[in-house]
């Protein structure tokens, strides 16, 4: 069982930036294909960005140019930096994982285990 826990949310103007952390519990965390997804009010959860275990990377159109995911898999830690933020990018951010596959997928169905969400609001 892996426990994956978010960090970084909060209310930001348009144009700011937040970083996102995940912290997980796996002991071969490097192994495990991580990424970002996110649900807005009343609408599906959506991929955000991905990132392989060969660190290979993937992102919404939504977010290209703007966002970058990494890892830093000696402690465990997923990172979403998020930059010239947008009221549209407003949602919970979702961290999830899987060792099902190992490169970069942006099908929800791949990812097992899932964090409990952290808010991203962002003003206008």
């Known amino acids: 069982q892996v426990q994956l826990v978010e960090s970084g949310g909060g209310l930001v103007q348009a144009g700011g930036s937040l970083r996102l952390s995940c912290a997980a519990s796996?002991?071969?965390?490097?192994?495990?294909?991580m990424a970002w997804f996110r649900q807005a009010p009343g609408k599906e959860r959506d991929f955000v960005a991905g990132?392989?275990?060969?660190?290979?990377?993937a992102y919404a159109d939504s977010v290209k140019g703007r966002f970058t995911i990494s890892r830093d898999n000696a402690n465990n830690t997923l990172f979403l930096q998020m930059n010239n933020l947008k009221p549209e990018d407003t949602a919970v951010y979702y961290c999830?994982?899987?060792?099902?596959?190992?490169?970069?997928?942006?099908?929800?169905?791949?990812?097992?285990?899932w964090g409990q969400g952290t808010q991203v609001t962002v003003s206008s």
């Open positions: 990132i392989g275990s060969g660190s290979s990377t």
């Open positions: 999830a994982a899987t060792n099902i596959v190992y490169y970069v997928t942006r099908y929800s169905s791949a990812y097992v285990y």
């Open positions: 796996a002991r071969t965390f490097g192994n495990y294909a």
